[in-house]
């Protein structure tokens, strides 16, 4: 299995991205979905989660701003960032649960990381 994450760059602050993790390999199914970030110099915070039924958490300094949303049929997860703040400059990883086809169990995934980088 492999999780590809996209869709980083650089923007100016108040503006938009939509990141993309998309699973792929020998998947029977995408379970729980998060996405981190991890800003130069800090520890690794979780962002937004998503389950496989589509109920979502996010962490307080991200309500309001972004979106975690899913396509099951096309294994990807999504992050809609909206109203980009320099602080929200950072590396962001896709984590998921993700159950394949030749076994019966379910195992933890990261993608690579994209970076997001916002000017002022």
Same mark, same amino acid.
């Given at each position: 299995v492999q999780l590809q994450a996209s869709g980083g760059g650089l923007v100016q602050s108040g503006g938009s991205l939509?990141?993309?993790?998309?699973?792929?390999?020998?998947?029977s199914s995408v379970n729980a979905v998060a996405? $981190?970030?991890? =800003?130069?110099? /800090?520890?690794?915070?979780?962002v937004a989660h998503i389950t496989s039924g589509g109920s979502t958490n $996010? !962490?307080?300094?991200? /309500?309001?701003?972004?979106?975690?949303?899913r396509d099951n049929a096309k294994n990807t997860v999504y992050l809609q960032i909206n109203s980009l703040k320099p602080e929200d400059t !950072?590396? *962001? *990883?896709?984590? =998921?649960?993700? /159950?394949v086809t030749t076994t019966p169990y379910a195992d933890d995934y990261w993608g690579q990381g994209t970076q997001v980088t916002v000017s002022s």
């Open positions: 939509r990141l993309s993790c998309a699973a792929s390999g020998s998947i996405w $981190y970030r991890q =800003a130069p110099g /800090k520890q690794r915070e979780l $996010y !962490a307080d300094s991200v /309500k309001g701003r972004f979106t975690i949303s !950072a590396v *962001y *990883y896709c984590n =998921a649960v993700v /159950k």
